[in-house]
């Protein structure tokens, strides 16, 4: 006779198997249930029911006539599915699943198990990576494009130019002239803002002292927009830790953002600009195993009209812009960059009070950690 398991062995046992992020499924010979772990419940969407242990698992299982039929090939079928697919229909779900057997000391199949797993998530970031692909070649045609617009709107300029200092004296031909610079301008403006959209981001990330970086902003915002009348105040923690980040990416993350602000101020009002030491929150899904990771939050706010409710969602969507000059890529391009510091950007604001971007940055980016 075997020595009988003792009682602490087989609480461990059932504490690993409830504690599996697979489904599993263990049923006797005789179509009766062992054993049915509480991912398998979550994953068909029942509840799990005091006496299922024991009762036939086409009873308990039901709803779930796929699964019934899976299990029923079992002791039938010669070569058990392994790594098979299976779409719930009334769920939506798809899993990936095995199906063994289990045997006892002379190989008679004693009864057998399913393995199972919700595939559902690794489905739809399948079908997200095809998205990011092909928005990729996008971007390279975009890229291309833009590039090939460059050489001839340089020429547009430099021709222009020339053209100008052979007809001094007639006055319509130097407005028109001068118009055409200004266009040309523009355009080139909006192909090297293009350019800086589609090109993938690849940080330079060193210790990165945000102080440096907003002082920086503010200047390079005062070249893009008019800043007219408007007052900017910075107010910088004192001992505000350095981040790993890409100072000059950083930079063009805050001079997109003040640059808005002085457009929407349209010469009087004020910016305000924060920076404060703060953490973020771990994914709810590890809270009490991960601390919370250091970041510094960046605020910059503006008295200015705001965003109407219904456009706010709608702002960072590329060529997005309510400006008859716009491009529509500033908020684009700072997302980019901040989603690859890990970061994070909300955006709140009222008619009454006006607009506050808040960048959220972790102190130590999580993707530096691979690198
Ligand atoms: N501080 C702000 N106040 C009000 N509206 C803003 C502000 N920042 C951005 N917006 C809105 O978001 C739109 C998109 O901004 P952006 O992506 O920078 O493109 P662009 O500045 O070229 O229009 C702007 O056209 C504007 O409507
Ligand atoms: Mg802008």
């Given amino acids: 006779m075997k020595a009988p398991r003792s009682a602490s062995a087989d609480r461990f046992f059932s504490h690993i198997v409830s504690s599996m992020r697979n489904g599993v499924i263990a049923f006797r010979r005789d179509g009766t249930l062992a054993l049915v772990n509480d991912e ?7 509840t799990r029911g005091p006496r299922d242990v024991g009762r036939p698992f086409s009873d308990v299982l039901r709803e779930r006539p796929e699964i019934v039929r899976v299990l029923s090939g079992a002791f039938e079928l010669s070569h058990l599915p392994n790594r098979a697919e299976l779409r719930l229909k009334d769920l939506d779900r798809v899993i990936g699943y095995t199906l063994s057997q289990v045997k006892d000391d002379d190989g008679t199949p004693i009864g ?11 489905e739809q970031l399948e079908e997200r990576e095809r998205l990011r692909d092909r928005l990729a070649s996008l971007g390279e045609m ?13 020429g547009i300029e430099v021709m222009a130019g020339l053209l100008r200092r052979q007809v001094p004296d007639s006055k319509d031909a130097q407005s028109l002239l001068a118009d055409i610079l200004s266009e ?3 355009a080139n403006a909006i192909v090297v803002e293009m350019l800086e959209f589609v090109r993938p981001v690849r940080l330079q990330v060193e210790r990165t002292d945000l102080a440096d970086v907003l002082q920086q ?5 005062e070249s893009k927009a008019p800043r007219g009348k ?3 105040t910075t107010r910088v923690e004192p001992g505000l830790p350095m981040i790993e980040g890409d100072h000059h990416q950083l930079s063009q993350v805050f001079t997109n953002l003040i640059a808005n602000a002085f457009e929407a101020l349209d010469g009087k009002g004020r910016i305000t600009i924060s920076a404060i030491t703060s953490a973020i929150e771990a994914d709810p899904a590890f809270a009490g195993v991960h601390e919370p990771t250091p970041a510094v939050v960046v605020d910059v706010s503006d008295d200015g009209p705001g965003v109407p409710a219904d456009l706010t969602d709608r702002i960072f969507n590329p060529f997005f812009t309510t400006k008859p ?16 510091h890990d970061g994070r950007i909300d955006i709140s604001s009222a008619p009454e009070t006006g607009t506050r971007f808040r960048v959220t940055l972790p102190v130590t980016s999580a993707s530096g950690w691979f690198k």
């Fill in 112 to 122: 057998a198990v399913l393995f199972f797993k919700d595939l559902t998530r690794v």
């Fill in 217 to 221: 902003s503010v200047t390079m915002a």
């Fill in 40 to 46: 398998a419940y979550h994953i068909f969407g029942l």
């Fill in 184 to 186: 040309a301008k523009l």
């Fill in 142 to 154: 975009a890229a291309g494009i833009a590039h090939e617009l460059k050489n001839p709107l340089a």
């Fill in 325 to 340: 000059q716009g491009s529509g890529l500033g908020l684009a391009i700072v997302r980019k960059i901040v989603d690859a």
């Fill in 230 to 232: 408007v007052a900017v």
